[in-house]
């Protein structure tokens, strides 16, 4: 028996209309726009200065073992003075503190004071470094500056004493444990002179 | 011209017009086409955007939105920003909840006017007020009100304003501070 032709019937293609699901997106597009990150914002935790702390009651053993640092940044205008246990590093001969020099120069000595890079931020760091390898269980550091001094450079001295390679974001969410090249990561804030 | 030429040149002409309005007639009586849009190539490019979009949101909890001249400091940190309330300081002015509360001096200094030991007057009020909303928000919910302001600063801001501030903020009953910085790179 012989076939019969099949007809051939053309597929309609059937048009989606596209019209809501445009109008959708159109009203998504300004409501992202206006939540988004147009930079990527990070946080530094600062402490106000404790004034009192609460006492405990050590073995002298531990006592000597666990004496703190007392790490003390200044940012003056010609450089860093640094101040640990009391004790201005650089100072002259008998005492504590020394105003007429810093303990780290500027970088840039002449620079203006809007030159935010005019401070040794390497060298800070690799005094941070080496304290932190003396007293690898503190974490903190008081970091006070003169009145005109920029936030930028506060921040960027926050960061070399925290040291600059320190990601400390995985640690903050509780994922990792904190990282050996974080130095001294919680800064104290304290009133500066003048 | 002879006047055959002539009659064949006229017949020739008339034969021209009336081939135009016939074909002006059909054009008239013919139904206007509908214009249709080209949706999928609009589609695609509006679905590349809105996934760039959704890729880019901020998955903070507070959205920082820095004020107009504003430029936020530089650091190389990467923690995150936790909830808090965000405080702008800039060389022109304090901002709080959308509202200027201090407006600086030309040399981007606190009138001192406004501040007795370190303490700026409005911005204390307008802290101390958000402050006790904050905590009887955090009461109603049986949480503990966690006293977070973040400070969103500018480069050239000095630090004994910032000092002022953080003093101001302390007297407030804020307990803890974060600055906002750009992460770098």
């Known amino acids: 028996m012989a076939k019969r032709p099949r007809k051939k019937t053309e597929e309609k293609v059937v048009e989606a209309n596209l019209l809501p699901v445009m109008n959708i997106m159109f009203l998504l597009i300004p409501a992202l726009l206006m939540a988004m990150e147009f930079a990527s914002m990070a946080a530094i935790n600062v402490s106000p200065p404790k004034f009192s702390s609460a006492p405990s009651e050590p073995t002298e053993e531990k006592k000597e073992q666990e004496k703190p640092l007392d790490l003390k940044v200044f940012i003056m205008d010609d450089g860093y003075r640094v101040e640990a246990s009391g004790q201005q590093e650089g100072a002259d001969a008998g005492k504590s503190a020394d105003s007429s020099k810093p303990t780290i120069g500027l970088a840039k000595s002449g620079a203006p004071d809007t030159d935010y890079d005019r401070y040794?931020?390497?060298?800070?760091?690799?005094?941070?470094?080496?304290?932190?390898?003396?007293?690898?269980?503190?974490?903190?550091?008081?970091?006070?500056?003169?009145?005109?001094?920029?936030?930028?450079?506060?921040?960027?001295?926050?960061?070399?004493?925290?040291?600059?390679?320190?990601?400390?974001?995985?640690?903050?969410?509780?994922?990792?444990?904190?990282?050996?090249?974080?130095?001294?990561?919680?800064?104290?804030?304290?009133?500066?002179a003048g | 011209m002879t006047p055959e030429q002539h009659a064949l040149h006229e017949a020739a002409m008339q034969a021209f017009l009336a081939k135009k309005k016939y074909k002006a007639a059909v054009r008239r009586q013919k139904d206007e086409e509908e214009a249709n849009l080209g949706m999928t190539s609009l589609m695609d490019i509006v679905s590349i955007l809105v996934i760039y979009l959704l890729k880019s949101y901020a998955s903070d909890p507070v959205v920082i939105n820095p004020t107009a001249g504003q430029k936020i400091p530089f650091s190389s940190a990467d923690a995150s920003i936790q909830d808090g309330m965000p405080v702008f300081v800039t060389v022109r002015g304090i901002t709080f909840q959308d509202?200027?509360?201090?407006?600086?001096?030309?040399?981007?200094?606190?009138?001192?006017?406004?501040?007795?030991?370190?303490?700026?007057?409005?911005?204390?009020?307008?802290?101390?007020?958000?402050?006790?909303k904050a905590k009887q928000m955090s009461e109603n919910r049986g949480v503990e009100w966690e006293g977070r302001l973040i400070v969103v600063g500018d480069q050239s801001l000095k630090f004994s304003t910032l000092i002022d501030v953080l003093f101001t903020a302390g007297r407030a009953e804020f307990k803890e501070y974060t600055f906002c910085v750009i992460r770098k790179g």
């Open chain 1, 120 to 192: 040794d931020y390497a060298a800070l760091e690799a005094k941070a470094k080496e304290y932190k390898a003396l007293f690898p269980n503190d974490t903190t550091v008081k970091i006070s500056a003169e009145s005109n001094v920029p936030m930028q450079v506060v921040i960027w001295t926050m960061d070399a004493v925290s040291g600059r390679d320190c990601k400390i974001g995985k640690f903050m969410k509780g994922t990792e444990d904190i990282p050996k090249n974080c130095y001294f990561w919680q800064p104290i804030i304290e009133g500066g």
């Open chain 2, 99 to 132: 509202q200027k509360v201090v407006t600086m001096t030309s040399e981007g200094e606190v009138d001192p006017s406004m501040v007795q030991n370190h303490l700026i007057g409005p911005l204390f009020d307008a802290f101390s007020e958000e402050a006790d």
